[in-house]
């Protein structure tokens, strides 16, 4: 899966009429991911770096700048990319043919796009590959923060099955060995990502 799940926009309509509250509300839907990449903003920044996404361009629909069924909590390299681009002078008619963007928080955005086994990021249709190259999906970033997102859940889950065999008297050698080979991987990649931090197009 591309994502850990489908984000739900939990307000419709203007709502509130300043992009710091749409973000804060917008953040929670998102479990402060992104809605394109699924990057986790702990890994790009923090929560002030992150964005608010208009679907449907600012630019070229004003009357949606508030709007929250179109916004997105964004991270800033797929923001930057995918900026004013829009298929049509409809802001309902998001794809033409091939060419286009899928709303991140439809079921139908996984049909276009997935993971790879390394967790790099990869397309499922033309559509898809529209999306991958427009967005700029194949940075390395992607790939990186998601591993890095894996790694550490897996060191947890692990260092609280240690903490419960210690508890039980239980030998814990074999699972401490294993937490050092994850600890190990975990700083791989987290030095990949402050080497990649300046990586923008």
């Known amino acids: 899966m591309l994502k850990r799940q489908r984000p739900v926009r939990s307000h419709h309509g203007v709502v509130f009429r300043t992009n710091s509250a749409n973000k804060k509300r917008l953040a929670t839907d998102f479990s402060h991911r992104c809605g394109y990449c699924d990057d986790l903003d702990f890994y790009a920044g923090g929560y002030t770096v992150y964005q608010v996404e208009h679907f449907a361009p600012e630019s070229k629909f004003p009357d949606l700048k508030y709007d929250y069924d179109n916004l997105i909590y964004a991270c800033p390299w797929c923001n930057r990319a995918k900026w004013d681009k829009w298929p049509s002078d409809d802001p309902k008619k998001n794809i033409i043919g091939n060419i286009g963007f899928v709303d991140p928080c439809t079921d139908e955005y996984f049909l276009h796009l997935d993971r790879n086994e390394d967790g790099s990021i990869k397309c499922l249709s033309p559509l898809g590959k529209y999306m991958y190259d427009?967005?700029?999906?194949?940075?390395?970033?992607?790939?990186?923060?998601?591993?890095?997102?894996?790694?550490?859940?897996?060191?947890?889950?692990?260092?609280?099955?240690?903490?419960e065999d210690k508890e039980a008297g239980k030998d814990i050698s074999v699972k401490i060995a294993t937490k050092q080979l994850i600890d190990d991987q975990f700083f791989k990649y987290y030095n990949l990502l402050q080497k990649l931090a300046q990586e923008i197009t």
């Not at 997102?149 to 897996?154: F, N, P, R, S």
């Open 134 to 163: 427009t967005l700029h999906l194949h940075l390395k970033r992607h790939e990186v923060i998601h591993n890095i997102d894996k790694l550490k859940e897996a060191h947890d889950r692990l260092e609280r099955n240690i903490e």
